[in-house]
């Protein structure tokens, strides 16, 4: 099992450097291997890459080529 979850972290370029900074991940996993998913759930929540953040920063985006085109016109 702890091989597949090693294997998991290495192939994810973000988690493997997510890992890296926060190393209390390091004994949480080796205790429960399962926890991996709790990980990447954190993971996803500081970069930003969660749906409702992607949702967010396309509002963002819009709104920023919207008010460009305000003053454009």
């Known amino acids: ?8 972290i ?5 988690l493997y450097h997510y890992l890296k900074y926060h ?10 291997p399962t ?9 996803k929540e500081e970069y930003k890459l969660t749906p409702q953040d992607k949702i967010e920063t396309i509002c963002k985006k819009m709104n920023m080529v919207s008010s460009l085109l305000e003053v454009f016109s």
Do not use: G, L, P
């Not at 290495?10 to 973000?14: V, Y």
């Not at 926890?35 to 993971?43: F, R």
């Open 23 to 32: 190393s209390y991940w390091y004994k949480r996993i080796f205790r429960d």
């Open 10 to 14: 290495k192939q994810n370029q973000m």
């Open 35 to 43: 926890s991996v998913d709790q990980m990447i759930n954190e993971m």
């Open 1 to 8: 099992m702890i091989n597949e979850t090693i294997f998991k």
